[in-house]
């Protein structure tokens, strides 16, 4: 079975930081690719970032357009968790931000190619 368990959500100001974690086994973490999806109120759930991991430190990553300069995806192997480190925050990235595994190396875009999903945190960016 697969959980993740995510935490790191908050209030925050506009352009302001916050860190997300998605903590999983390391099994989850060596088999499964990981993405980070967010949905607004009213709005459909959509693609943040993703990452497979190759090994060590090593790992691809992808970005929506959205966020790509200001969001990061990192990973600790020791502590079995991954991160999204969110950076110059706006208004517009106020959404619950879930992770999600796919099960195998390629990433997807898609919400519904990911079979498990963590319970979301949400994350709020005042003006």
């Known amino acids: 079975q697969v959980q993740l368990v995510e935490s790191g959500g908050g209030l925050v100001q506009a352009g302001g930081s916050l860190r997300l974690s998605c903590a999983a086994s390391?099994?989850?973490?060596?088999?499964?690719?990981l993405g980070w999806f967010r949905q607004a109120p009213g709005k459909e759930r959509e693609f943040v970032a993703a990452h497979n991991w190759i090994g060590g430190t090593t790992f691809n990553a992808d970005y929506a357009y959205s966020v790509k300069g200001r969001f990061t995806i990192s990973r600790d192997n020791a502590v079995n968790t991954v991160f999204l480190q969110m950076g110059s925050l706006k208004p517009e990235d106020t959404a619950v931000y879930y992770c999600a595994a796919k099960f195998g190396r390629n990433w997807s875009r898609q919400p519904n190619a990911y079979t498990y999903w963590g319970q979301g945190t949400q994350v709020t960016v005042s003006s």
């Open positions: 390391e099994s989850t973490l060596r088999d499964y690719s």
